[in-house]
């Protein structure tokens, strides 16, 4: 009589194919997984905590360092939090600028989802042509806000200056040439037959479960669930613009990939929509509490300096109340909870990230597969360690 | 957003269950009563015309001079209808709280995250384990008595009796 062990096997936290420094103890019988441990925290940096002790203003530079593969999408669901919270409204060319930036900061982020998750499988050509389009969308980052990964260009109440004529050129050079480069990552994976061998029924989850999950994003999308935060709750001015929502049919590894890789074409289509039609107008809301002066009457005027002075040592203060607030992130829905206490420091903020909760589910979607499936299934995830820790 | 329905069937249903209920931003919170917690819960999952099948999140937030000192939000969400529910729960200090685990999958790291950073129990919970902070941690750090720079900070200094000759 024969008897069956099981091994158990450490994976990560400096596994290269866990994005960053997830940590997964599985039980192997044979080559099969019986049970999988996630391990998070490895890069917990305590930003709820850091954003309780800042004021407003302060906490954007942080939020960037959550999901930091789109970092404006996270500058974005924050900035609208504390909007809500002050009950401020944006102008509309600040919204268009927003939205154009948010969407490029999702393509950045599906770019290294798309790059990373090919390589992890094997598909080593994938990730050369993927950044090298991701270097594109740093540049017109960087010709805008000065930093590449992490603009921080958003503000309370707008956007940190005006878009300059070049910033609009080079997204309308990338608009032209991104669909001819799409097409190319859809020749190198998309009937691929091994590619669809190592995705096709892996990590399959049905809508309910899905949702039982907290899945959000693309990962619900690809169960079949047409929930998408810009449709359902329009903010920032997504109402004006025609896009699509993709939905899946299997709830698998492929039906995930390819959602993603409609979601770049529907963001696309948002960005080439928002150029055309950016409105003219200021880009900050003139609110004496909240806003800078224009920099010329800081020079002549004493009340403009002393309103300049106030809004940057002191910041703008929140009424004591609480909202909740929810953008579409490159992830899921990336929601920001925010206390405020008549002060200029948050009394709490709590971030809902997607992250999060695609990773509790991993056990789920892991028990039963191969080894080498585990790689495919994170990939097909698209998590990242920043936003998850926080 | 019509939220009429929900609390005339809460009302019906529990009609000591719900203690207060407020509306910001046209959304609507609602404070329970611990004692009625987990079926309340459970029958805003289950009744159909209600349709809180999401939970979107768990917030703990620390009020050191309330009693009781904490409370705690949960997030629903009707996805069909895209409305959203908060319902609010006080808790005090050391009082164990019903894990939802079994109504939402989900709640399980939502609530460990909650144990970890707060340090409020649930019973019921299949995995009460510390998440984001090691196993040996002690404390718990958004507590707002708990020190930005951590209770092993290291002070290289005291500017109380450092003498400058």
Known sequence: M?????????????????????????????????????????????????????????VIPLTDRLDYTAASLNNLGYCM???????????????????????????????????????????????????????????????????RLTPSFLRIGGVAKDVTPDFIRS????????????EG????????????????NIGTLSADEAMSWGFTG???RGSGVAYDVRKAFPYSSYDDFDFEIPVGDNGDVYDRYLVRMEEFKQSLKIIRQAVENLPEGPVNVDNPLVTNPAIEDVTEDISALIRRFKIQCEGPTAPAEEV???????????????????????????IRSPCFLL????????????????IAIIGSLDIVLGEIDR | MDYTKTLDLLKAHFPQGLLHQSLYHSELRITFDSRFFTEMMQFLYDEPSLGYTFLTDIVGIDYPKRNPRFELTYILFNMNEARRLYVKLPVAEGQY?????????????????????????????????????????????????????????????????????
């Open chain 1, 2 to 58: 024969s008897e069956t062990k099981t091994m158990t096997i450490n994976m990560g936290p400096h596994h290269p194919a866990t994005h960053g420094v997830l940590r997964l103890v599985l039980e192997l019988e044979g080559e099969t997984i019986v049970n999988a441990t996630p391990h998070i925290g490895q890069l917990h940096r305590g930003i709820e905590k850091l954003a309780e002790n800042m004021n407003y203003q302060q």
């Open chain 1, 359 to 374: 990773t509790s589910a991993l056990p789920r979607l892991i028990r039963g597969h191969m080894l080498s499936d585990v």
């Open chain 1, 185 to 200: 990552y859809h020749r190198l994976l998309t009937d691929n037959i091994i590619w669809r061998k190592r995705t096709m």
């Open chain 1, 81 to 147: 939090t504390v909007e809500k919270l002050m009950g401020i409204d944006v102008p509309k060319r600040a919204r268009y600028i927003r939205v154009i930036m948010s969407e490029l900061a999702r393509i950045m982020g599906h770019h290294l989802w798309l790059g990373s998750h090919a390589l992890d499988i094997g598909a080593m050509t994938v990730v050369f042509y993927a950044f090298k389009d991701r270097e594109k969308i740093m540049n017109i980052n960087e010709e805008l806000s000065g930093y």
């Open chain 2, 97 to 165: 709280i019903p894990s939802v685990t079994g109504i939402w999958k989900a709640a399980n790291w939502m609530e460990r995250e909650v144990f970890d950073l707060f340090g409020i129990p649930f019973i019921n919970h299949p995995d009460l384990r510390r998440i984001l902070t090691w196993d040996s941690f002690e404390g718990h750090a958004l507590r707002k008595d708990y020190p930005l720079q951590g209770r092993d900070f290291e002070k290289r200094f005291d500017p109380d009796t450092i003498v400058i000759e």
């Open chain 1, 324 to 350: 909740y607030h929810a953008v579409e992130g490159s992830k899921g829905e990336l929601g920001f909870y925010l206390v405020g206490d008549g002060t200029a420091q948050p009394y709490r903020l709590k």
């Open chain 1, 171 to 182: 997204v309308r050079e990338f608009i032209e040439v991104f669909p001819e480069a799409l």
């Open chain 1, 218 to 220: 693309p990962s619900l």
